[in-house]
């Protein structure tokens, strides 16, 4: 039937069909399994339809790491098939795919959601409060997510996956040079999964403004909250960009329209522009988060507050601001002349000032601190040299001159892996680990953490130091293959082995987790890093309401001055408390937004009009719906609170 | 503490590469903008090791120090002081201003035909991508090659670039830095070579599926070398045609092919990117962006 041929794979391989059973076992499998173990309405009332922000931080958890393994699988391939000279593992348009979806998935389905994990699960704790300011809006923005993500990965198996680049620079991903509903997905994922990323921006932007425990002034807050607030001010600056740019992407290809393509006056530049100008941003969307888990992760394993409060808040204001004058950077080469670049690259070089001023601060935080050598701390330490070598390249690279010769290859390549796997990726690890006890009530086995730690350290930089050189030598990106001659054969293979290291290191976190679940002691008590922000002055783990009676602040380190100055953090009684009920509509959206995305990739325009109506109709009946929420009364606070140990009276 | 002999050995191993035996293209520069680009990028490494040995030493020192505490040791609360905070903003503040003043020197420099060739009338070649090929008009001589290029040593080459599809970016490492070629906009690069040899050409910037084979070869010679492969060319090569020219326009991959005429009559390239350079000829151009049909009916024949 001429209907179904549209979901046909275009370069089907054994591999794909492969792949297609077993998503097919898995989710046979797991619906079985549920129904075996009764627990669908388990499911469905204490998860899907939560809005617990520390559940809804757990369900992108669980995501992020899910997408970390695909993401992950996609490196392996990569490194596997340039290890050697003229190989044959995969051709060059299974290259192109698996290099797409690479950095798609790890940016925003991986990176972004394992961010915003750590922001929903830890920021309403560091601040005191009960939920975020919209708990309703927050699982809207999961369900987005997560829709955004299963669409693109659908792409895998129904369709062809995208395979113009993560960039997906025009008219290479126009209809003319990307027949496939390939870059289809990757504008409908991206379009739904970003609205999402916008809607969590608004809604912490509010919870931080808003809902902080008395005592708490902007200068008082932990330095983690003050990145998330930065953060979420730039996504929702930069966002609204994307949502435009992919919109008129989408129009470019399904409807015909002239923006980017090559005819009747669409300019081929304008795609590259109007993507980097949220694309740059997005970079530190991603890094100053990771920026606030180690000015949260140094002082507490150094036992001493962080070094320069004023100057890590100001640095990331000013991070934020000069995000958004540098994107030119990202093609220096298109041909705007001399002055535009001195421009630009002078913009670009000013960040690493207020970058610089962190390296140093946590380096004074060290010298006069006391270091315990957790697997947190490993990471941090790790952190700072590898990262400062990431950062010196990026400087490199802003001195356009030079970009000339480094824009496009493998030097780029290193340069953006070298900050963002000990920048985010190890932050991202580090608060996982600092911050477990938190979610799961046990600590994670140091032992197996720290062999995952040198793996993945070491196996980084095998991996990608080499590609700084085999960069100076010629080698562009996003090449398939090379011949022999070129040199480049010891650099990828070099790069392989590290690539497999790294890989052997996330194996051991996975299995830490396991080994963990098993034989870990449960009994770690509220405070089991003698750590100092708000977030651990509650039980592990923590109780659906969060505090028991709203902390009183009269620092950054409200916690530690309770514990060593005599700060009393809980004032006052218990009182009944005040809690959003669950709610099934975000599930609901989440169903008509992927029918809708679905529809919209294949052109099935009725699924896209009455998708399209259902959507509508949801907000329509949500913005009259009068839900009050419920009461926990202080019986049952009592009751819960002496469960989990007497706790704080 | 295994962590920081790690890194100072890769560090001092990644130096003794850069500056080892068999040097890296990029480093290697067989021409002016080249050799301008290796020399910021020296400077720029030397100046990064500074600020890379300084933060590490700085971290070994104060790590070492801050696991090697008694155990009664109590971490004091600390104040930031003002002046290691102008410190730790100034000291940057300086090295951001130096590299400044080195990119920008650097990029009028290389932005512009190369000052050492300036008395002569650079060789212009026109230089299109299509999927996946390199096409070279030489207007002057009236030829045209695909996917090789022949140039003279010790002459300003002058590259119009542009493509028929995807953004490709043109690039010899040996010679200079890349430049894109696009739809849209013809592009200007300066190159010249110093030394006769020959040196890979590539396009740099992802274009599909046949990306990977996206070269060609660049063979610098003296130019009374030069002058006899032209005549040779046009003793012997077939005429372009716009029928042929077509048919290479499709995607695909093509070995080296020579014709006598060239594609600039019959398929113009695009107007110039209005650039900021010194090429003046260039910006009353501004930044009229033109698809080449509009072009095809204005009629700009010159064959």
Known sequence: MDFFNRFAIPNPTPTIYASMVAIALTVIAVIIGLTYFKKWGYLFREWLTTVDHKRIGIMYLISALLMLFRGGVDAIMMRAQTAVPENTFLNAAEYNEVFTTHGVVMIFFMAMAFIIALMNFVVPLQIGARDVAFPRLNLLSFWLYFVGAMLFNLSFVLGGSPNAGWTSYFPLAGTQFSESVGTNYYMWALQISGLGTLMTGINFIVTILKMRAPGMTLMKMPMFTWSALVTNIIIVFAFPVLTVTLLMGTFDRQFGTNFFTMTNGGDDMLWANLFWVWGHPEVYILILPAFGIYSEVIPTFTQRNLYGYKSMVLSMVIISLLSFMVWVHHFFTMGQGALTNSIFSFTTMLIAIPTGMKIFNWLLTIRKGKIRFTVPMLYSLGFIPLFTIGGVTGVMLAMASADYQYHNTMFLVAHFHNVIIPGVVFAMLAGLTYWWPKMFGFMLNEKIGKWAFWFISIGFCLAFFPMYISGLDGQARRMYTYSAETGFGVWNMISFIGAGMMAIGFIIIVYNIYYSIRYSPRNVGDDPWNARSLEWATHNPVPEYNFAVTPQVNSSEALWDAKKNGHKLFKGELKEIHMPNNSGLPVIMAVLFFVFGFSFVFSIWPGVILSGVGIFSSMAYQSYMKDRGKHISVEEIKETEAKFGGGKK | ?303
């Not at chain 2, 000291?91 to 020197?105: E, H, S």
């Not at chain 2, 299109?128 to 080459?157: A, G, M, Q």
């Not at chain 2, 070629?181 to 274009?207: I, K, Q, S, W």
């Not at chain 2, 130019?223 to 006899?228: A, G, I, T």
Request: proline share 8%; charged share 20%; aromatic share 10%.
């Open chain 2, 1 to 303: 503490m295994k962590i920081k002999w790690v890194i100072l050995t890769l560090i001092i191993a990644i130096t003794t590469v850069l500056t080892g035996c068999e040097p890296l293209k990029v480093l290697n520069p067989k021409g002016p903008q080249a050799e301008t680009t290796a020399d910021v990028i020296w400077i720029s490494i030397m100046t990064m090791a500074v600020v890379v040995i300084t933060v590490i030493a700085l971290y070994i020192f104060y790590v070492i120090k801050a696991s090697r505490r008694p155990d009664d040791y109590e971490p004091p609360y600390i104040k930031s002081n003002p002046i290691v905070e102008s410190l730790i903003v100034g000291v940057p503040v300086l090295i951001i201003i130096f590299l400044t003043v080195v990119t920008v020197k650097s990029l009028y420099v290389v932005e512009a035909p190369p000052e050492i060739y300036e008395n002569q009338e650079p060789l212009v070649i026109y230089a299109s991508s299509s999927n996946w090929k390199w096409h070279f008009s030489y207007p002057e001589e009236d030829i045209e090659t695909v996917n090789y290029l022949f140039i003279p040593t010790n002459r300003p080459i002058k590259f119009k670039l542009y493509s028929y599809g995807p953004i490709s970016s043109f690039w010899i490492p040996q010679l200079g830095g890349q430049k894109y070629a696009m739809v849209h906009a013809t592009t200007t690069l300066h190159l010249a070579a110093d030394v006769p040899g020959e040196y890979m050409g590539r396009n740099a910037n992802f274009t599909g599926k046949g990306f990977a084979e996206q070269t060609f070869n660049v063979k610098a010679m003296p130019p009374e070398e030069y002058e006899k492969w032209v005549e040779e060319v046009k003793a012997t090569a077939e005429p372009l045609t716009k029928k042929k020219f077509d048919e290479l326009l499709e995607p695909g991959h093509l070995g080296q092919l020579t014709f006598t005429g060239n594609h600039l009559g019959f398929s113009p390239p695009p107007m110039s990117h209005g650039e900021m350079s010194s090429d003046t000829e260039e910006t009353d151009s501004g930044l009229s962006m033109q698809p080449h049909e509009s072009k095809d009916k204005s009629g700009n024949e010159s064959d």
